[in-house]
């Protein structure tokens, strides 16, 4: 379905003049104007625009456990997830076709009925009217359960993450995923699980964490721990045709520090994936960093302009699943003091783009080429009025200009060695 926007908007981010420094070639762009980040009806806007109309990641594919149901927030809506007696993933918006009620608040099990806490309308897992109470005790004209089932949205999930799309003129997420699904196959990503999760308020907008994550120019100077193992030259693209942007460290190294490494690896890596470290920022919302013994990752969830929740998990393979707390705690405790570094730098970029509001300056090629990709696709969403008209971009191609700089990747994906 549609959801249509209500409220006013002011009318210049749906202009192209707005995007002109975006959508300039790389080495003559800039990064988005300070607005994107901090204006209030923009915000607004961009929730109808993107939020309402991609493939949103809303959790965890194992959270979506047969007799559990799910409560999520895609832009300004509230949806269910559930799974019918076959265990197929189902969606709906949480709201009663009777009177419009929020049918619930909170992730709950439940049984084999979705039931209005108001008037006790009752549906199945697959979302249709069921019972209605009293319904018939002076009969309507012309009522018809079945034109009253819950308003269903499209679920699926892929690897370990869990998507929901609230527009159905929006490609499949398999078009939307591009390459990205044979891309990682190797790794099984499935049969992975959860190990912990936990949420973390960032004063930040949320363009600003996933953009902190998709360059490493800032490596050497925010993290010097985390360049040990995932030094700056040997980072090199990771990406094809899909609304995604991606970067590999090969090798990840173990000389100075092993925390990434202390975990068993998944069995049946090839060659590529048995020694790299892939990271993928899949539009709009969710950050996967991919290593051979497990899988960190960053959902985050727009609050307000200068606010995003931004929910951690890590996941381990079969061949990991039973490692001890004290194994697992060197990866664990790793990633939150990277992650509070970059939680601390993009809380000060936004100071500065709330109090200085400076116009934007240039993308460097070689490290932002993501960036220049990734808001290349918010120009499209926030300025397009069909998803026909958004265009999902393209793979890179083998040449120098291609990696901008960054060398041969002594060990290339088994996708980009074709």
């Known amino acids: 379905m549609r959801i249509e926007a209500t409220g006013e908007f002011s009318p210049a981010w749906r202009d192209d003049a707005f995007w002109a420094g975006t959508r300039a070639p790389l080495r003559s762009s800039t990064g988005l104007n ?39 927030s895609v832009g300004r809506r509230s949806i269910l997830i559930t799974r019918n007696a076959n265990g197929e993933l189902r969606g709906f918006l949480n709201s009663c076709r009777h009177r419009g009620t929020e049918l619930y608040d909170s992730d709950c099990d439940v049984a084999s009925t979705l039931r209005c806490p108001y008037h006790r309308w009752g549906y199945t897992l697959d979302g249709a009217l069921k019972s209605a109470p009293h319904a018939d005790d002076i009969p309507r004209d012309a009522f018809d359960r079945a034109d009253f089932s819950l308003a269903s949205v499209r679920v699926e999930a892929w690897g370990v993450l869990l998507f929901a799309c609230l527009d159905e003129s929006t490609p499949p997420l398999r078009e939307w995923l591009g390459d990205l699904q044979t891309r990682m196959a190797g790794y099984e990503l499935d049969d992975w699980q959860p190990r912990h999760s936990q949420e973390l308020d960032i004063d930040a907008n949320w363009k600003l964490v996933s953009e902190n994550f ?58 590529s994936d048995a020694v790299s470290g892939r990271f993928v920022a899949i539009f709009p919302n969710v950050l996967l960093s991919v290593l051979p013994n497990h899988v960190f990752v960053m959902q985050l969830d727009p609050v307000s302009p200068g606010v995003t929740k931004e929910t951690c998990t890590w996941l381990l393979p079969k061949s990991g699943a039973d490692a ?64 026909s008209d958004v265009v999902i971009p393209g793979g890179d191609d083998s040449s120098e200009a291609a990696r901008l700089g960054a060398g041969t990747n002594p060990s290339p994906a088994a996708v980009d060695s074709r």
């Open 324 to 387: 001890s707390d004290e194994a697992f705690e060197p990866t664990r405790t790793f990633w939150l003091d990277v992650n509070n570094e970059d939680i601390d730098i993009v809380q000060r970029g936004q100071r500065g783009l709330t109090r200085g509001a400076v116009p934007a300056g240039p993308l460097i090629p070689r490290f932002e080429e993501p960036l220049h990709r990734f808001q290349g696709i918010l120009a499209d969403m926030m300025t397009k009025a069909t998803m």
């Open 34 to 72: 300070p607005a994107a980040y901090t204006d209030p009806n923009f915000f607004d806007d961009e929730q109808m625009q993107v939020f309402e109309r991609a493939w949103v990641c809303v959790g965890i594919a194992a959270d979506a456990s047969p007799g559990r149901m799910l409560v999520r």
């Open 214 to 271: 998709q360059e490493y120019y800032h490596l050497t100077w925010v993290h010097p721990e985390l360049a040990k193992v995932s030094r700056v030259d040997d980072h090199y693209r990771y990406q094809g045709a899909g609304m995604y942007c991606g970067q590999t460290t090969t090798p990840v190294s173990g000389d100075e520090r092993d925390d990434w490494l202390s975990l068993p690896p998944a069995d049946g890596l090839d060659e």
